[in-house]
């Protein structure tokens, strides 16, 4: 564990600059003693953070929920543990808009308007859109702050409560299922296939760093995609290589993937 691996994760200044950040919050927690976090984190900026800290004992991730897509690297002393992380003292606060059930903001118009607010996107986690509320997960720093000023999502009027953090309500995502079969399962192949593009624009989207396999940046077209992978393409969206399947009579590989609407 060194600070200096950080030149060696990555040589995008602004990389560096979050995981420094990083590497001192987690730093102070530990010479203190204490339990520290970060903000929040993309799946991307979370990978290179667990790889800075290696094995460190005490090192969580923690987004809410577990398939909290936006989460904090937080390390826990020994003396606490894990329901630490959901107490009222938590690094985060979970908060339930209440609105009209006439209305129907989007998770854009939500994070638009927190944005709008003057808050920054590093103290948001995830935004859980249902019918007539919409649980979201913010800084225990910044919650006071949203909780006075934050009263609408567009033209829709909000009523805001903070809840436990164990009574989140996740909506099921809206997913299209897409049957298909492919000549292999390269990052090119699956992409064309779940955004029903051509293969060449799915490798101009990789060669042009638009594309990434479970938050991973991926520009390699060849990229070989395991069952269960979770591929985005900004300005596309996100789909999953759901299942895999055996080989057709004609050679091709069966497969089923999840486009999320």
Request: hydrophobic fraction near 35%; charged fraction near 25%.
């Amino acid at each position: 564990m060194d600070r200096s691996n950080i030149e060696k994760i990555t040589s995008d200044p602004q990389d560096r600059l979050l995981l420094a950040k990083v590497w001192d919050k987690i730093q102070s927690g530990i010479r203190k003693n204490i339990l520290s976090n970060t903000c929040f984190l993309s799946p991307r900026e979370m990978e290179m953070a667990r790889y800075l800290f290696g094995d460190l004992d005490g090192l969580h991730s923690f987004g809410g929920y577990g398939e909290a897509e936006r989460k904090m690297l937080v390390y826990l002393p020994e003396y606490l543990d894990e329901t630490a992380l959901e107490s009222e003292d938590g690094p985060l606060v979970c908060l339930r808009a209440e609105f009209y059930q006439g209305d129907s903001p989007s998770h854009r118009d939500f994070l638009g308007a927190l944005m709008g607010a003057g808050i920054g996107r590093e103290t948001i986690g995830d935004i859980c859109v249902g019918k007539g509320s919409c649980d979201f997960f913010v800084t225990s720093e910044i919650a006071p702050y949203i909780e006075q000023n934050f009263l609408s999502a567009g033209r829709t009027h909000l009523r805001l409560s903070r809840i436990p953090v164990s009574e989140v309500q996740v909506p099921e995502p809206e997913v299209k299922i897409i049957k298909d079969t492919v000549a292999s399962l390269r990052l090119d192949s699956v992409i064309s296939s779940g955004f029903r593009i051509g293969r060449s624009l799915a490798a101009q989207y990789i060669a042009a760093g638009k594309a990434a396999i479970d938050g991973l940046p991926c520009e390699k077209p060849d990229k070989a995609v395991s069952q269960g992978a979770k591929l985005s393409v900004r300005g596309l969206g996100k789909i999953k290589l759901e299942t895999v399947n055996g080989q057709t009579k004609k050679g091709r590989i069966s497969i089923v993937i999840h486009r999320y609407m």
